[in-house]
């Protein structure tokens, strides 16, 4: 939710900036801007619209400068619009900011700030805290960094901002509460963003900056303190990430790149944790607190989007394989919903970014309840992989596409690895099934390889049904929330309205909606309740509603019933889900596609949301 950028040091800090925008886009691109100081002074550049907009408005300005801040913006506060586009100007006009997050308070602030006789260009609550700072700034007569400071202690909300002074154009301020920031060290110059990726090409050696901490930046220097003016000891990690990672290696997306990463992703997320042969699953990250787990009344689930879709798929195979009630929640309900959690309680956090507003906040207040916190996240150091007590991580690598694909898989991934562990290790699944269990979670990434061939034939599929209007998806038991995951695609990626239900719960609504022009798809594979979705097949037919069924090889019957099929190579029901969600990617991609739209960017979606 939103992307930041800045760079000090001896090179030409403008394209530096804007090749990081670029590749932070995934979080928001309502607009764009820059901030930098040279002989023209300190001067802000900021289209609406793509980071591209700006490129092209900024192309026969004077650039340069070794030191520039600049912003990717996913609209909270004021409509998109060159005016709103972050960096601002403070009311002084000497100092810019920018900003990822909210400011909660804002309105208390802008009306202090009114009386004192401030006015305000922007419709942003960034626009208040800069004035605010700026107001600090004079009446004290302090410097910027203690300025921001005593601010800060007044805030309420999250944020990630960066500020520059122009009397000062080496030095830039950044702080963090809620939204990430990580700092690239480099010799004699030092680069900061939302995420790694603007910073692997230039260094390997970063520092997460922690909440409630204020950076001071120089070319060579890294000040670290928190709000209490302490300063306090940088920890310096090695990026684990290869730039090869965050480039479209010749597919024309982004989404399609990681769709067809999944066999080599899903082996990364096994290797070297489950083995077939030996019938054994490692989660060193978890092992620690297997007891606990196993002896919790309950396990809660949280998370949001695609994560949350995990979490019912999670749902579904934990209490199967170890009888322990599961509850899944969505994180923006739990946190207001004064939920009843106990110590010792056991929380799974599901998340690709790691860094999402709710369920970051969520996991805080649970924590301090005495919850113990097991986090199933993508990327290596995120805010909720530190919070959590215990842990595996997804490895499905650096995913770009807003729509999420590759990490969803490798969240499916690891579930499964835990359910079998545990329930392997509480004695509620037998030694046969665990090995066969074992035998087919190891022939996934194969699986996935042979499924993509299918690609053309999907393709030609989505072509035939892209200017429908609405799509129903439908799934029972583990394919329930497949179906759902189905319908969230092809809405992010085609704008086209999408519903996923329980194929049996169709019958009380949903059913009034199919007729000649509703194209369903079923995710129907071999499972427990195949005859029962069958039989939910027939109802949509004898309505004259249009089937597209994801079927099991050797399936005889449902064909007779379908319109189309895409034919899955067998597998437990119980790792089914992991296979039977790609073609579904693969079709929303397509029908993306044939609309003309921007896959990779859907309109008004984030990658990660770091607001609430
Ligand atoms: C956004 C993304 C989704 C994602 C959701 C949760 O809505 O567009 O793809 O599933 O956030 O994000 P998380 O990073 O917590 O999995």
Redesign the pocket.
Same mark, same amino acid.
């Given at each position: 939710m939103c992307g930041i950028v800045g760079y000090t040091g001896f090179r030409e800090a403008y394209p530096i900036v804007l090749k990081g925008l670029k590749r932070l886009e995934y979080r928001g691109y309502d607009s764009a801007g820059v901030a930098l100081i040279n002989d023209d002074g300190l001067n802000i550049f900021k289209k609406k619209g793509k980071v591209a907009e700006l490129e092209e408005y900024a192309y026969t300005k004077n650039m340069q400068s070794q030191l520039c801040i600049g912003h990717t913006r996913w609209a909270t506060h004021g409509e998109p619009s060159d005016r709103n586009a972050h960096p601002h100007l403070s009311h002084s006009g000497e100092i810019a900011m920018l900003h990822n997050g909210i400011i909660e308070n804002y309105a208390q602030l802008k009306s202090e700030l009114l009386k004192k006789g401030y006015s305000f260009k922007s419709d942003t609550d960034t626009e208040v805290l800069l004035n605010f700072i700026d107001d600090i700034k004079k009446e004290n007569a302090c410097t910027l960094e203690q300025a921001v400071s005593i601010a800060l202690k007044r805030i309420v909300g999250a944020y990630c901002i960066l500020l520059i002074h122009k009397d000062d154009p080496e030095t830039i301020i950044a702080a963090r509460k809620g939204s990430p920031l990580v700092i690239g060290i480099g010799k004699g110059e030092h680069f900061l963003a939302s995420d790694a990726s603007p910073i692997i090409e230039y260094t390997k050696e970063v520092v997460y900056v922690n909440d409630y901490e204020i950076a001071i930046v120089r070319p060579n220097e890294l000040i670290l303190k928190n709000l209490g003016n302490e300063v306090q000891t940088p920890f310096v990690q090695k990026l684990d990430m290869e730039l090869a990672a965050i480039e479209k290696g010749g597919y024309d997306h982004f989404m399609l790149k990681e769709i067809f990463e999944q066999p080599q992703t899903i082996e990364d997320c096994l290797r070297g944790r489950l083995d077939a042969v030996g019938g054994s699953i490692i989660l060193s990250g978890i092992s620690n607190y297997s007891k606990e787990i196993l002896q919790a009344n309950r396990i809660l689930i949280v998370?949001?989007?695609?994560?949350?879709h995990a979490g019912l798929v999670a749902e579904y195979i934990i209490e199967e394989l170890c009888r322990i009630p599961v509850e899944v929640e969505y994180?923006s309900e739990f946190r207001y919903r004064n939920p009843i959690v106990h110590k010792g309680d056991v929380i799974i956090a599901?998340?690709?970014?790691? %860094?999402?507003a709710d369920?970051l906040v969520a996991l805080e207040n649970a924590k301090e309840k005495g919850a113990i916190i097991l986090g199933i996240v993508?990327?290596v150091g995120s805010s909720?992989a530190r919070l959590s007590h215990a842990g595996a991580y997804t490895h499905a690598g650096h995913e770009i596409g807003?729509?999420?694909t590759k990490?969803?898989t490798g969240q499916l991934a690891v579930l499964m690895m835990l359910a079998l562990k545990l329930g392997y290790e509480n004695g509620t699944i037998a030694a046969d099934r665990y090995q066969l269990l074992c035998n087919d979670l190891a022939s996934v990434p194969e699986k996935v390889a042979q499924i993509l061939k299918l690609d053309d034939a999907i393709k030609k599929i989505a072509l035939k049904y892209a200017d429908a209007r609405d799509f129903l998806y439908l799934g029972r038991g583990y394919n329930f929330p497949i179906a759902l995951e189905g319908a969230l695609k092809l809405k %992010?990626i085609s704008y086209i309205h999408a519903e996923g239900y329980p194929a049996a719960e169709m019958k009380h609504g949903p059913i009034a909606l199919v007729d000649e022009n509703l194209p369903v798809v079923f995710v129907a594979t071999k499972d427990s309740f195949h005859e029962k979705v069958v039989s939910n097949m027939q109802e949509i037919k004898a309505r004259k509603g249009q089937i597209i069924a994801i079927i099991t090889e050797g399936d005889t019957v449902s064909p007779t019933l379908s319109d189309d099929v895409i034919i899955l190579p067998a597998i437990d029901e119980i790792i089914a889900p992991i296979l039977n969600v790609i073609p579904l990617q693969l079709l929303s991609y397509h029908i993306g596609i044939a609309k003309g739209l921007d896959v990779d960017k859907p309109r008004n979606?984030?990658?990660?949301?770091t607001v609430e």
């Open positions: 998370a949001c989007g695609t994560s949350w994180a599901i998340s690709q970014s790691g %860094e999402t369920t993508n990327v909720i807003v729509a999420s990490a969803f %992010e979606l984030a990658k990660s949301v």
